[in-house]
């Protein structure tokens, strides 16, 4: 029994070592799962307290170009100092499809007599190598030329008109006095006058240097909407615009929206308006339509029309609309929302000048 005793409490010994270890091991399988998951709790802490403390990208608004054209707000490879050209154009029947057109910055479009309308055409950023035909001048164009600081350019004007214009009312060039010079002015044989008279474009800065006029300067730019300003713009839609200057005999101006090229195709009494050489339609960025007071001072049906006193207007760009006020602002016609100045797109600009009788709400017709 002595020798057997020893053997037992060995024995238990070891049971009891034995039990204690697999107690011990439990309890670690037990508690192994939950020590993982406090330890991914606290891994997703450190990452989110890592995502807060890292600040969100901005986009960054594109570099503004160095250099830009005032009329068009796109971009110039150098400083643009050459001064502005505004040239009358002929709106007649007879007159279509004109020449130069597709190079012009801003067209404005006014009646001129009866319900024909006729173009001023300002050109800085591009030089046509024609424009035409040019026809003879009015007194709300030559304002108009004046507020832009441009060269005034037509051929012929009434007696009162031209006595004020070489007292020094604009800086100007009578093709009267270049008639078929080859020079300033040619005569086409394929139109009949008053429809045949033609600006030699690359002669107008000669000339004008030679009559002691400046051909550099530098012109203050049209207000210009930013990327982000474009990208965040408001308004109804606006796919196609209807403009009845008059409606027996019908004159009526349409513009198409073309979303592929975000651009205006421009329509005359159903005919789309094309490049005479080279039959590209014509097309614009913004339309800035602006009502105003029309008053006929002759047997001619010719007029006076209000640029200074400002009212209702629609700016259009982008396929939509927005109803504006315009304002006379250093002698150029401007659109204002809210008081503020309501910037252009990038790109060129037709500027429709309408009767305030009927008016916008009569003679415009918006369709999305």
Not at 83 to 89: D, L, N, T
Not at 227 to 240: D, T
Not at 274 to 293: A, G, M, P, R
């Given at each position: 029994?002595?020798?057997?005793?020893?053997?037992?409490?060995?024995?238990?010994?070891?049971?009891?070592?034995?039990?204690?270890?697999?107690?011990?091991s439990?309890?670690?399988?037990?508690?192994?799962?939950?020590?993982?998951?406090n330890?991914?709790?606290v891994?997703k802490?450190?990452?989110?307290?890592?995502?807060?403390l890292?600040?969100?990208?901005?986009?960054?608004?594109?570099?503004?170009?160095?250099?830009?054209y005032?009329?068009?707000?796109?971009?110039?490879?150098?400083?643009?100092?050459n001064?502005?050209?505004a040239?009358?154009?002929?709106n007649?029947?007879?007159a279509?499809?004109?020449?130069?057109?597709?190079?012009?910055?801003?067209?404005?479009?006014?009646?001129?007599?009866g319900?024909?309308?006729?173009?001023?055409?300002?050109?800085?950023?591009q030089?046509?190598?024609?424009?035409g035909?040019v026809?003879?001048?009015?007194?709300y164009?030559?304002?108009?030329?004046?507020g832009?600081g441009a060269?005034?350019?037509?051929?012929?004007?009434?007696?009162?008109?031209?006595?004020?214009?070489?007292?020094?009312?604009?800086?100007?060039?009578?093709?009267?006095y270049?008639?078929n010079d080859?020079?300033?002015f040619?005569?086409?044989?394929f139109?009949?006058?008053?429809?045949?008279?033609?600006?030699?474009?690359?002669?107008?800065?000669?000339?004008?240097?030679?009559?002691?006029?400046?051909?550099?300067k530098?012109?203050?730019?049209?207000?210009?909407?930013?990327?982000?300003?474009?990208?965040?713009?408001?308004?109804?839609?606006?796919?196609?615009?209807?403009i009845?200057?008059?409606?027996?005999?019908?004159?009526?101006?349409?513009?198409?929206?073309?979303?592929?090229?975000?651009?205006?195709?421009?329509?005359?009494?159903g005919?789309?308006t094309?490049?005479?050489?080279?039959?590209?339609?014509?097309?614009?960025d913004?339309?800035f339509?602006?009502?105003?007071?029309?008053r006929?001072i002759?047997?001619?049906l010719?007029?006076a029309?209000d640029?200074?006193?400002?009212?209702?207007?629609?700016?259009i760009?982008?396929?939509?609309?927005?109803e504006?006020?315009?304002?006379?602002t250093?002698g150029?016609i401007l659109?204002?929302?809210n008081?503020?100045?309501?910037?252009?797109?990038?790109?060129k600009?037709?500027?429709n000048?309408?009767p305030e009788?009927?008016?916008?709400?009569?003679?415009?017709?918006?369709?999305g």
């Amino acid at each position: 029994m002595k020798k057997i005793l020893p053997f037992i409490i060995i024995l238990t010994l070891l049971l009891a070592a034995c039990g204690q270890q697999e107690s011990s091991s439990n309890i670690d399988e037990n508690q192994e799962p939950k020590l993982k998951e406090n330890e991914t709790a606290v891994e997703k802490e450190e990452e989110q307290s890592e995502e807060e403390l890292e600040e969100p990208e901005k986009e960054e608004e594109p570099e503004l170009p160095e250099y830009v054209y005032p009329l068009t707000g796109l971009p110039a490879e150098e400083p643009v100092d050459n001064r502005i050209v505004a040239v009358m154009i002929n709106n007649l029947d007879p007159a279509r499809p004109q020449s130069g057109l597709l190079e012009a910055d801003i067209v404005y479009e006014f009646l001129a007599e009866g319900p024909i309308t006729r173009f001023l055409a300002l050109y800085q950023s591009q030089r046509p190598e024609v424009v035409g035909p040019v026809r003879s001048a009015r007194e709300y164009f030559i304002e108009t030329a004046k507020g832009h600081g441009a060269i005034y350019v037509y051929h012929g004007a009434a007696t009162y008109l031209e006595m004020k214009l070489k007292q020094g009312w604009v800086d100007n060039l009578n093709g009267a006095y270049y008639d078929n010079d080859r020079h300033l002015f040619k005569r086409e044989n394929f139109r009949v006058a008053p429809h045949n008279s033609y600006l030699l474009f690359d002669g107008v800065y000669d000339v004008a240097e030679q009559r002691g006029y400046e051909i550099k300067k530098e012109h203050a730019s049209l207000p210009f909407l930013t990327e982000s300003e474009i990208s965040s713009m408001e308004g109804e839609p606006a796919e196609s615009v209807t403009i009845t200057y008059y409606s027996s005999p019908l004159e009526e101006v349409r513009f198409e929206y073309d979303p592929q090229r975000e651009k205006y195709v421009r329509y005359n009494d159903g005919d789309k308006t094309v490049d005479l050489e080279t039959k590209e339609e014509i097309t614009v960025d913004n339309i800035f339509i602006v009502e105003t007071s029309h008053r006929v001072i002759d047997d001619k049906l010719r007029r006076a029309i209000d640029l200074t006193s400002g009212g209702k207007g629609y700016l259009i760009h982008k396929g939509m609309v927005k109803e504006v006020e315009w304002k006379n602002t250093d002698g150029r016609i401007l659109p204002y929302l809210n008081d503020q100045p309501a910037g252009f797109v990038p790109g060129k600009t037709w500027i429709n000048v309408i009767p305030e009788s009927p008016g916008i709400a009569e003679s415009v017709k918006i369709d999305g």
